[in-house]
């Protein structure tokens, strides 16, 4: 979609909720701020959360914008801070702050924080609030749009990445950038029939079927270290969440 201002999301959304009765509780979003604008303005009372695959890679572009590539590659304590920053998502909304503060002090004790301070400076204004003489300013991102830890323990989704490789799929189906309405509405109900035909099947080899064993493992990793939050330094809960993804 092209002009993706706020006001055309907020057009699109409230269409949206005349033509449908959205029931949700929560949803997964991007980082796309206009987007999100919108979306709270039409539906204030759905839970927004921000899709931590998303989060993860502002993560890895900054880190590539900032040049310390080849630091993150090369040196195994510097690449386990700063997957640390990710980690933050699974902290109690109101420790992230302090276990920020904490990822900064060891930095320093290390001499690492000068190489890394471009991207420190980057994620404090995005995801944190930059600290001022009034206290934190509000960041581009609050805080409990990207955290993870309640969708985590409630056996939610952390990230829309099947959603988006639908759209993938589709847009390779139909084989053009901009389709007139009837081409569209044809792979539209081709679509639908490929759907139908998926959920039927599956409700034939319901026994068969499981959600992805290594997401199941991790998310029992992640759950195992929620769990213990309160028995583990700082450092230790950082790091465990850290082993259990990628950039």
């Not at 993870?148 to 993938?168: A, F, K, M, V």
Request: net charge neutral; proline share 3%; with cysteine.
């Amino acid at each position: 979609m092209e002009n993706k201002t706020e006001d055309l999301y907020y057009l699109i959304w409230t269409k949206i909720r005349e033509l449908t009765t959205l029931t949700a509780t929560t949803a997964l979003c991007d980082f796309e701020k206009a987007s999100l604008n919108a979306f709270q303005r039409v539906y204030p009372s759905i839970n927004l959360t921000c899709c931590f695959f998303h989060l993860s890679q502002c993560i890895w572009r900054s880190i590539q914008r900032n040049g310390i590539v080849t630091h993150y590659n090369n040196d195994d304590n510097i690449r386990n801070r700063l997957k640390m920053f990710g980690a933050l998502a699974f902290c109690p909304v109101n420790d992230v702050v302090r276990y920020f503060e904490i990822i900064e002090d060891v930095l320093r004790e290390e001499g690492s924080y000068e190489i890394l301070s471009e991207f420190i400076m980057y994620f404090e204004d995005t995801f944190i609030g930059r600290f001022t003489r009034q206290g934190r300013v509000q960041p581009r991102f609050g805080i409990s749009l990207w955290n993870q830890r309640d969708r985590t323990i409630n056996d939610l989704p952390r990230t829309n990445n099947h959603i988006e490789g639908w759209h993938r799929a589709f847009s390779s189906m139909i084989s053009c950038n901009h389709p007139n309405i009837f081409t569209f509405l044809l792979f539209l109900k081709k679509e639908q029939s490929l759907s139908d035909n998926k959920i039927d099947g599956a409700i034939l080899n319901s026994a068969n079927n499981h959600r992805n064993t290594r997401y199941e493992i991790i998310s029992s990793q992640l759950k195992a270290t929620i769990e213990n939050y309160h028995q583990l330094p700082p450092l230790e809960f950082l790091k465990n969440i850290a082993y259990t993804y990628n950039f």
